[in-house]
């Protein structure tokens, strides 16, 4: 049986996942990937896990006066083994928190059984002004994959 995949990855329990090969320009010199190249692969992971959720981000800037943003505001890494030329990564992207001005997401890239990063992103939700606004629940429900709670 074979598995098809869109451009965009697809949605999964809780999140997204993502396949993208390492290509000769993501390596060094020892055909390892630059550490740097990780976060690349990982930004394609959250941007592809909003368009799944029906959120492009060109959009969202339009989406009402204020305009929604979002940015990274913290970013935890811990590289566990490399990647090589030619695999084939597997970019999980899982909602942890969406509501208020942030979201948390965990991360993680694997090459077949090979773990080779985890990471932590904190997302600040600002408007085009840079300014710190509110998450609407529509978006925050998209990501939790449940109704918000109303207090």
């Known amino acids: 049986m074979?598995?098809?995949?869109?451009?965009?990855?697809?949605?999964?329990?809780?999140?997204?996942?993502?396949?993208?090969?390492?290509?000769?320009?993501?390596?060094?010199?020892?055909?390892?990937?630059?550490?740097?190249?990780?976060?690349?692969f990982l930004e394609r992971g959250r941007t592809d896990y909003l368009r799944c959720l029906g959120c492009e981000q060109s959009e969202l800037i339009g989406v009402d006066e204020e305009g929604?943003?979002?940015v990274v505001?913290?970013?935890?890494?811990?590289?566990?083994?490399?990647?090589r030329m030619d695999d084939i990564l597997d970019i999980e992207t899982i909602t942890e928190k969406a509501g208020g001005a942030k979201m948390v997401l965990r991360q993680t890239i694997h090459a077949g059984e090979r773990r080779l990063i985890e990471a932590k992103v904190t997302i600040a939700?600002?408007?085009?002004?840079?300014?710190?606004?509110?998450?609407?629940?529509?978006?925050?429900?998209?990501?939790?994959?449940?109704?918000?709670?109303?207090?």
């Open 2 to 40: 074979t598995e098809t995949f869109s451009l965009s990855g697809h949605l999964i329990e809780g999140g997204h996942r993502l396949h993208q090969r390492v290509y000769y320009e993501d390596t060094d010199f020892s055909g390892l990937v630059y550490h740097a190249r990780y976060l690349h």
């Open 68 to 70: 929604l943003v979002f």
């Open 73 to 83: 505001h913290r970013m935890e890494l811990d590289f566990k083994s490399p990647a």
């Open 125 to 151: 939700v600002v408007n085009r002004l840079g300014r710190p606004r509110r998450l609407p629940d529509t978006i925050a429900e998209k990501f939790l994959g449940r109704p918000i709670e109303q207090a």
